[in-house]
Each structure stands twice: as structure tokens, then as C-alpha cells.
């Protein structure tokens, strides 16, 4: 293989939620993108935490991961619209902006490179 050529990389989708959501799907993930931002995402308590990266990727295509806002926070998570290894997930919040004005908040990420999904979380009577 030359070394300007592009060696195809097999992309393989590990979870896809879009129009088949499963409501009752309450499980945790540890979704990843290529700018090296983590999210955490907790089904059974419908949130979702945004933690930035902290490096410059790789990739020269790729640039520093954006700061927005309330990083860090842990969010309300209204819906997984799409969530797909090597695809962009999209995620719709609770309105991040005046409530009056907005209904919700869309984040759209860089590509997906890792989804892991956790073990449950104990309920409370449980502990």
C-alpha cells in the first residue's frame, strides 16, 4: 500500500438508537468521540455528563474539543436521537438557554469512537 493511500477501516455499529429506541432501556454508557470528549450517560436516571477532552487529537482534521456549556454538569437526557460507532451522536437535553424560549437543547458530537456500556446501578434499598 502506498503511503498517501487510505486504508479502509471497517466500521462495525456496536448500539444504534435512533427510531428503535427501547423506552425501557435503562442502562449506563461510557460513550467516547474522536476529539476525546467522554459522555456518561445514565438511562435509568435519564442523565447524561459532558467531560471535554483535555489533549489535541491525533488526527490534524480533528480539532480541540469545544468548550460548551455547563461541561461537567450532569443534564437532564430528554432522548438518544442517534448513537452509532463511527457516526456522530446526537443527544437531546433539557434547554440549556431561557426555558421560555427553548423546549430543548441538541448536541450533536464529533465521530464515536468507543461505547461501553456498564453494569447496572444498585438501587437504593439494595445498598
Do not use: C, K
Not at 40 to 47: C, K, L, Q, T, V
Not at 60 to 66: D, K, N, Q, R
Amino acid at each position: 500500500m502506498d503511503e498517501d493511500e487510505i486504508a479502509p477501516v471497517p466500521v462495525i455499529p456496536v448500539i444504534f438508537f435512533g427510531d428503535e429506541l427501547d423506552q425501557q432501556w435503562t442502562g449506563r454508557l461510557i460513550v467516547t468521540t474522536e476529539s476525546g470528549t467522554t459522555y456518561f450517560i445514565d438511562a435509568s436516571r435519564n442523565r447524561l455528563q459532558r467531560v471535554r477532552g483535555s489533549e489535541m487529537p491525533d488526527d490534524p482534521e480533528v480539532g480541540f474539543p469545544s468548550r460548551l456549556r455547563r461541561d461537567g454538569d450532569e443534564l437532564v437526557l430528554l432522548r438518544i436521537v442517534h448513537l452509532e460507532l463511527g457516526q456522530r451522536a446526537v443527544f437531546d437535553l433539557e434547554p440549556l438557554g431561557d426555558p421560555t424560549q427553548v423546549s430543548f437543547t441538541r448536541r450533536t458530537t464529533t465521530y464515536v469512537t468507543s461505547i461501553r456500556e456498564l453494569g447496572s446501578v444498585p438501587d437504593e434499598e439494595e445498598q
